[in-house]
Nanobody, 119 residues
Framework: QVQLVESGGGLVQPGGSLRLSCAAS????????MGWYRQAPGKQRELVAR???????NYADSVKGRATISRDNAKNTVYLQMNSLKPEDTAVYYC?????????????WGQGTQVTVSS
């Protein structure tokens, strides 16, 4: 059992910045990947950014250059720094983690945090 708790969402004006946090707890292994996804009303959930257990990152083209994903393994926490926010960034942002053990693979999702970019 793993729990993921997102925080840091809210109302931001266009051009502004925010930093999302996701803290994982429970029976998580040391070799875990983490990522941020988002889902806007009427749209499918899409990848925003991912960071592997080895520290490799990748970003959606729509946020490349504006977003930075990072992690603190000691805290089992992943962060998403977003700058130059646009109304199109408005969505519920979800944290996830995936990892494997010798016996099973696991995928967990957080409850989501709302990000609204509006004047």
């Amino acid at each position: 059992q793993v729990q993921l708790v997102e925080s840091g969402g809210g109302l931001v004006q266009p051009g502004g910045s925010l930093r999302l946090s996701c803290a994982a707890s429970g029976s998580i292994s040391s070799g875990y990947n983490m990522g941020w996804y988002r889902q806007a009303p009427g749209k499918q959930r899409e990848l925003v950014a991912r960071i592997t257990s080895g520290g490799r990152t990748n970003y959606a083209d729509s946020v490349k250059g504006r977003a930075t994903i990072s992690r603190d393994n000691a805290k089992n926490t992943v962060y998403l720094q977003m700058n130059s926010l646009k109304p199109e960034d408005t969505a519920v942002y979800y944290c996830n983690t995936d990892f494997i053990t010798a016996w099973q693979s696991y995928i967990y999702w957080g409850q989501g945090t709302q990000v609204t970019v509006s004047s």
